[in-house]
């Protein structure tokens, strides 16, 4: 059995809202697992049954094989870190992360000792006499983090913990909690609607809608083998441009443009969707600008350019072709100009479909 077993989870609050439906997830030691999805979607739900602070409704939860379901937070190894920083505002950062310590009777000299070295790992040793209204966003997010870290615990779990934090603050805080998972090595399970976040700090990562996982996997996995629409769109960004049209002859009906299905779809494929919708994506940054190449590889494809921006390292093109807008990545030195016609090639691999009914991932030549 894995380290964290979670087996048929669901949630139905007292009002008979079910939040949570058939959760199965086997975490093993030292992972970092984050659960993504747009708000509301059950992600701090099923994190705050793992933490003992919601009641399990139906499933059963193991943490090392044995049975946690009637287990209270204390008895779990869990510390958590909350959206808000939940300081104690009249206390020293010092004082902060002592507490939980001094309420266990552990010995002054172990705290100071303890405290010492989790405000040098997280670089607070300046700010242990200063009061959290005395600290900016991150640092007060720091103390948090050390709180936590500072029990030594299995198993942590944060909830959205840079949530309150600018974009800078953001990607330092990202990378220090990355760091410090490698440092302490506990299983984490973290909680984000970023998916940013999601890529950058996960060793395998849940994506959840609705209160359904829609899949579990890396990074790498979820962004090249997406299994269904939502995930498609969820996980990259700009998101995945996707086309619906119908399919006629093997080939997607479009005005201007030619799509011919069979470059990328096996015969079975095109004879089941023949006559009916189907869904096709690619994504902003898979494309190549034309500039006079054939389109070898790939469908080349007219287009008009709406919005051009320039982001730096790349520039966001916004354009219409057969009456769909979509997105294109291009390299700043190769970007068209607003209003001018555009030609651009998405490689044949790079082209994903989907069942435009149940949104599943539909498979193609490069994805059996
Ligand atoms: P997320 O963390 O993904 O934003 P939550 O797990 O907080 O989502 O909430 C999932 C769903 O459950 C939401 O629709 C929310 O309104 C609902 N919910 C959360 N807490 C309660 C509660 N105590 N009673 C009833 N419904 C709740």
Redesign the pocket.
Known sequence: MAYLTLRGINKI???G?H?VHDFNLEIEKGEFIVFV?S????????LRMIAGLENISKGEFYIDGERANEMGPRERGVAMVFQSYALYPHMTVYENLAFGLTLQGVDDDVIEERVNNTARILGLTDYLERLPRELSGGQRQRVAVGRAIIRKVNIFLMDEPLSNLDAKQRVTMRSEITQLHRETGATTIY?T?DQTEAMTMADRIVV?KD?YIQQVGTPYDLYFNPMNMFVAGFIGEPPMNFIESRVSSGNLTLNDNHIELRAVADQDVLDKYEGSQIVFGFRPESIRPALGDSGRGGYKIRCFVNLVELLGDTTNVYVNFDGFNVILKVDPHQSPSVGSQFDFVIPYESVYLFDKQTEKRIKTKSFK
């Open positions: 609050y007292p009002n809202f939040a999805g708000s509301g979607c059950g992600k701090s739900t099923t909680v609607h959840m209160g």
